[in-house]
């Protein structure tokens, strides 16, 4: 088991930045993926960065690419995502996950098999 808890969400006018955190333990070694997700009222969860913890390699969608970076301390088992010109779009509740499948997708929600209970980022006009 993996578990995962994440931290630093908040309100923050757009153009601001926000950092995530989450906190990652339990059997570690099991994270063959990790990313972060959202999910906006109305709206299915979406992927917004990813990176497998052997590679060095990082993943966004587009609609942050540029403005967001995912990142990965190993010696602190923490997963990290630095959001920076915000925009009122970026509202939703920022999920932590990781995939312990090898055939997993780092887009895909479904091949997550864990997760963090979310921390709100609200970004305002």
């Known amino acids: 088991q993996v578990q995962l808890v994440e931290s630093g969400g908040g309100s923050v006018q757009a153009g601001g930045s926000l950092r995530l955190s989450c906190a990652v333990s339990?059997?570690?070694?099991?994270?063959?993926?990790m990313g972060w997700f959202r999910q906006a009222p109305g709206k299915e969860r979406e992927a917004v960065a990813g990176?497998?913890?052997?590679?060095?390699?990082?993943y966004y969608a587009d609609s942050v690419k540029g403005r967001f970076t995912i990142s990965l301390d190993k010696a602190k088992n923490m997963l990290y995502l630095e959001m920076n010109s915000l925009k009122p779009e970026d509202t939703a509740m920022y999920y932590c996950?990781?995939?312990?499948?090898?055939?997993?997708?780092?887009?895909?929600?479904?091949?997550?098999?864990?997760w963090g209970q979310g921390t709100q980022v609200t970004v305002s006009s």
């Open positions: 339990g059997d570690t070694n099991r994270a063959y993926c």
């Open positions: 996950a990781a995939a312990d499948d090898r055939g997993v997708a780092w887009y895909m929600a479904a091949d997550f098999a864990y």
């Open positions: 990176l497998f913890p052997g590679g060095i390699h990082t």
